[in-house]
């Protein structure tokens, strides 16, 4: 188990392989020579927790290239997640054949934070049925995992289930930042404290909600900018959940070095907010409370799987625009760049809901598309 001394020394800052830069984009190849200069810079600052996962398409190769095959295995911790919804996945065999085929991407012979991947109460079945809870405890006793856990898109009653039952898991993923923390779909506040009543230590995802709080309306950066001026309103973000009891880690997807520089120059030397700090990020919450907008963090879970090709994140984002910016033409441009190449458009969506029964966000994707449609078309 993951001990307290461990927890509290962890570095807290952890390096997201989901959003990495993308050499030629239409063929989603990523840049490894600009991705090992970021990594470089992460372990440079005194960093060393990497996530990846088996369906972050192109991420465990890019984490051999650019962390694996170049640095000391002593000197950072590596993940991966065994996802039983990923293409190809359709029994025992297959879902567990993903831990071998991360450990050969990733070129290590051990893991040395694996997670059940984005439990709910749509797959924990699977997960029973298949005996996967049993697969990474053995996997642990043969010394290929060093600490087991799960990442977790559900309500605070199912994780409590989860986490009764199997009160062995060492630490859970969770998805947690400021604007969710009282949001009744995602509940990140009710989650955090049921992890908590658990003493279970808690990575965070989306801590800059997909990159939502990197931008925030006007109203919030002038909050914000009149107590700590200069900030990136990303920094307010991932400060906000690094500075509460029990996180182990904060997870970035960054996308570019410029990222890897504004995190690591508030994240090396981590300071947690300040009263008057917080003060803001409750006023903030306030005024993101107060905005309709479409919940998608652009995860991407729901797009491998589309028959159409249709961007729905990307044409999401578009909405958001106009949603929270009222910004029509910018969104206007932004849905016709979405929607450009081999991409549809939200109105060629056939209603098959794949789309749905992937989406951690459980966004009702049909519904917006049609009304994206009806705004932007």
Known sequence: MLDEQFVKEMPKLGFGLMRLPRADVEKDIIDIDQTSKMVDAFLDAGMRYFDSAYV????????????????????????????????????????????????????????????????????????????????????????????????????????????????????????????????????????????????????????????????????????????????????????????????????????????????????????????????VIRKVQKIFADIERIPCTRCHYCTPGCPKKINIPEIFSAMNMQLVYENHGRAMNMYQEATQGVHAKASECIGCGQCERQCPQHIMIRRELKQIAEALE
């Open 56 to 279: 972050y398409n192109g991420s465990e190769e890019a984490a051999r290239k650019a962390l694996v095959t170049r640095h000391p295995r002593d000197s950072y911790f590596i993940t991966s997640k065994l996802n039983v919804g990923a293409k190809g996945v359709h029994d025992e065999a297959s879902a567990k054949a993903e831990f071998e085929e991360s450990m050969r991407r990733e070129g290590v012979d051990y893991i040395d934070f694996y997670l059940l991947h984005a439990l709910s109460s749509e797959n924990i079945r699977r997960f029973e049925d298949w005996k996967i809870w049993d697969f990474v405890k053995e996997k642990k006793a043969e010394g290929k995992i060093r600490h087991w856990g799960f990442s977790f898109h559900d309500t605070p009653e199912v994780l409590d289930e989860i986490l009764t039952r199997h009160p062995d898991a060492e630490f859970v993923q969770l998805q947690i930042n400021y604007a969710d923390w009282d949001n009744p779909n995602v509940q990140s506040g009710r989650c955090y404290e049921v992890a908590r009543k658990h003493s279970k230590p808690i990575v965070v995802m989306e801590p800059v909600k997909g990159g939502i709080l990197a931008n925030p309306p006007k109203a919030a950066r002038e909050l914000m900018d009149a107590v700590n001026p200069g900030a990136s309103y990303a920094s307010w973000a991932i400060r906000f959940v690094a500075s509460l009891p029990g996180i182990m880690v904060v997870l970035s997807g960054m996308s570019d070095e410029e990222q890897v520089a504004d995190n690591l120059s508030y994240m090396k030397d981590f300071q947690p907010l300040s009263e008057e700090e917080q003060e």
